[in-house]
Nanobody, 122 residues
Framework: QVQLVESGGGLVQAGDSLKLSCAAS????????AGWFRQAPGKEREFVAR????????IYVDSVKGRFTISRDNAKNTVYLQMNSLKPEDTAVYYC???????????????WGQGTQVTVSS
């Protein structure tokens, strides 16, 4: 079992930056790949980014490539999502996720945080 708690969401203007954090507790976090998903109002939850257990591999959805960066600090059991050049269409609830599989974390993670709201005004 692993528990995930997100933080760092808020209200920003278009073009601003925001950094989300996901603190993990429970079993050894280095055993888990991690990811970020988001869900906008009236839309399905979508994959945003994922990172391997070591942090050496990352994958992004096309719409955030070049703007968002996923990273992790295994010493702190924390995963981050640095979001730059934010757009109104990035507005959503952002969820942290974890899985013991780097592939599966982007599809069906198994572990979810409670979500943090990000709102980008135009």
């Amino acid at each position: 079992q692993v528990q995930l708690v997100e933080s760092g969401g808020g209200l920003v203007q278009a073009g601003d930056s925001l950094k989300l954090s996901c603190a993990a507790s429970g079993r050894t976090f280095t055993s888990y790949a991690a990811g970020w998903f988001r869900q906008a109002p009236g839309k399905e939850r979508e994959f945003v980014a994922r990172i391997s257990q070591s942090g050496g591999s990352t994958i992004y959805v096309d719409s955030v490539k070049g703007r968002f960066t996923i990273s992790r600090d295994n010493a702190k059991n924390t995963v981050y999502l640095q979001m730059n050049s934010l757009k109104p269409e990035d507005t959503a609830v952002y969820y942290c996720a974890a899985s013991n599989s780097f592939l599966r974390v982007g599809i069906n993670p198994g572990y979810w945080g409670q979500g943090t709201q990000v709102t980008v005004s135009s």
